[in-house]
Nanobody
Framework: QRQLVESGGGLVQAGGSLRLSCAAS????????MGWFRQAPGKEREFVAA????????YYADSVKGRFTISRDNAKNTVYLQMNSLKPEDTAVYYC???????????????????WGQGTQVTVSS
């Protein structure tokens, strides 16, 4: 059974940094597009960033561009989200997701991703 497990969330002050990890198990996701989404209370799940199977192409939501960096290590079957200059509006549950299309890194609709992790909470205090 394919699984995605996020870690690295927590409480941080505005301006701080966090690094989220998404570890895949059960089957390699090295040929999948991987994405990060987030969902704040009372809001819809929204796209944050995605990366192609090789790591050669990335795509970001405008709200995080220049502050967040997505990367992957296929040897470790892990995807990362480095978050810098965090703002209170970044507070949300962050989810890792996988899309079987290896080049779907511009796909921002949650419904297009087939596999999801359980999420990790990120809270940014002002």
């Amino acid at each position: 059974q394919r699984q995605l497990v996020e870690s690295g969330g927590g409480l941080v002050q505005a301006g701080g940094s966090l690094r989220l990890s998404c570890a895949a198990s059960g089957r390699t996701f090295s040929s999948y597009t991987m994405g990060w989404f987030r969902q704040a209370p009372g809001k819809e799940r929204e796209f944050v960033a995605a990366i192609s199977w090789s790591g050669g192409s990335t795509y970001y939501a405008d709200s995080v561009k220049g502050r967040f960096t997505i990367s992957r290590d296929n040897a470790k079957n892990t995807v990362y989200l480095q978050m810098n200059s965090l703002k209170p509006e970044d507070t949300a549950v962050y989810y890792c997701a996988a899309d079987q299309n290896p080049l779907a890194y511009r796909r921002t609709e949650p419904g297009k991703y087939a596999y999801w992790g359980q999420g990790t909470q990120v809270t940014v205090s002002s």
